[in-house]
């Protein structure tokens, strides 16, 4: 069987033999009546917006119970005796995420929420003078991200022309990482900051992130990454690529909940210089001294000197279950499903349905799982009879539906189903 077969048999055969495809068992996927509101379909719907809000892994629940039960037998006592107690419950995290973002251990925290942890993480890199003071960012960049860029250029005293957005050329979707260095490169010195979306949320396009931020460092600015849909996603390095700092949400592809805990990379040798302005709190002071209750303020040498607060278990808890799943299959491993299954849907797209535009790069280097698709008429109305036929993906403003099948818990199957409704709806 090739992927030149468009058969549903093809579709069924390859799932078959997919070694990932037992990962969906452990995942709650949505019946078509619960998730669509279609009456009396138990059937599972094809879910392709794990880019948006991932599924819940199965062990979920348990694992909140535990932490409930905990709280109910121990009390305060469960800081130090729930059976994961919870003083260094977060640390339980640290390896997991370093695996999946190409981190060392100590460069890596869970805390706050994504636009929170960008904020935070500006503070200290993006130090402006009049001199040097832009922010170079993507056009299409996430509205938070270019909400926290500008107030942050305005906090120091810029305006708005500090935010300098990087814009395809004329009938280009994607931008060109040419076009990227060149830009950062003709802007030198006045280069403070340069924080892209590892994968762009609207085009799907992964940035070429060891060059661009070669070239931010040649142009002495920092250069900062919001992961939000590449952790999970694509295998990305982050130390040894060299990246400043970074930031992500964990409940799209980490499928930790909504408005899970977010993660945070710094890299070592920030971490490590006590010079480093920061905003600071009780939690990133070293453990050994925390308690002593001092007023002077003496940051741990890791990502964790910028947690403010302590961990919310509650949000952890999730998260740490899915990233076990994640440490099971390992990111390489489902780097190498999704380019299959990414690929196979692109190639149903292409000869099912040639009238859908796709506007991520067609070169898998360029792109994580998902797709963004410009569909002949109201995509509104497509949506709608996608959701009809048991699909859920999500529209973008202006007219961009994305579908992101993500290896761990999507099929093959899945993609053909989300084609052949396609065909049926622009037919
Ligand atoms: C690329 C990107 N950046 C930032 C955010 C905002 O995340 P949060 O609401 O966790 O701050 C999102 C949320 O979807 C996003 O997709």
């Keep these: 069987m090739t992927t030149a077969d468009l058969s549903e048999r093809a579709a069924r055969a390859m799932d078959a033999l997919d070694k990932l495809a037992p990962m969906r068992s452990e995942f709650l996927i949505p019946t078509v009546s619960s998730a669509l509101g279609r009456e009396g379909d138990a059937s599972p719907c094809v879910y392709l917006t794990g880019n948006s809000l991932g599924l819940q892994p199965q062990g979920v629940r348990d694992a909140m119970e535990r932490e409930l039960e905990d709280w109910a037998r121990f009390a305060v006592e469960g800081h130090l005796h729930a059976r994961d107690p919870w003083l260094p419950y977060h640390e339980s995290l640290r390896g997991p995420l370093s695996r999946l973002v190409g981190a060392m251990e100590h460069e890596v925290v869970a805390m706050n929420t994504l636009t929170v942890n960008l904020h935070l993480l500006m503070l200290s890199f993006y130090r402006p003078t009049p001199e040097r003071h832009l922010i170079v960012i993507e056009d299409t960049a996430f509205p938070s991200d270019s909400y926290a860029v500008a107030s942050q250029a305005s906090l120091r005293g810029f305006g708005p022309e500090s935010v300098v957005r990087l814009r395809p050329r004329e009938g280009e979707a994607t931008l060109r990482t040419g076009d990227i260095i060149d830009t950062i490169q003709s802007l030198g010195s006045k280069v403070a900051l340069v924080m892209l979306g590892g994968v762009n949320y609207l085009t799907g396009q992964w940035f070429e992130m060891e060059a661009i931020t070669k070239a931010a460092h040649g142009a002495g600015a920092a250069c900062g990454w919001d992961l939000a849909h590449a952790a999970g996603n694509v295998p990305v390095r982050l130390h040894d690529w060299n990246a400043d700092f970074a930031v992500w949400c964990s409940y ?115 792109r994580g799982c998902q797709l963004s698709l410009r569909l002949p008429g109201d995509p509104r109305r497509s949506l709608d009879a996608l959701k009809r036929a048991g699909v859920v993906c999500d529209f973008r403003e202006p007219d961009i539906i994305r ?25």
Aim: hydrophobic fraction near 40%.
């Design 403 to 427: 579908a992101a099948p993500t290896p761990m818990y999507n099929s093959f199957h899945d993609c053909w189903r989300f084609v052949d409704a396609l065909a049926s709806v622009t037919a």
């Design 252 to 366: 799209k592809y980490l499928n930790g909940g909504p408005g899970a805990v977010a993660g945070a990379f710094v890299h070592d040798r920030h971490v490590r210089n006590s010079a480093l302005p920061q905003l600071a709190g009780w939690w990133g002071n070293d453990p050994s001294t925390r308690f002593r209750m001092g007023p002077d303020f003496s940051p741990v040498a890791s990502a964790d000197r910028f947690a403010m607060s302590n961990p919310p278990i509650f949000s952890l808890c999730p998260v740490k279950v899915s990233l076990s799943l994640f440490d099971r299959v390992g990111i390489d491993t489902l780097r190498r499903k999704s380019l299959a299954l990414t690929g196979y849907l692109e190639h149903l797209l292409r000869a099912r349905v040639p009238s859908v535009g796709i506007t991520t790069p067609a070169d898998p280097s360029q």
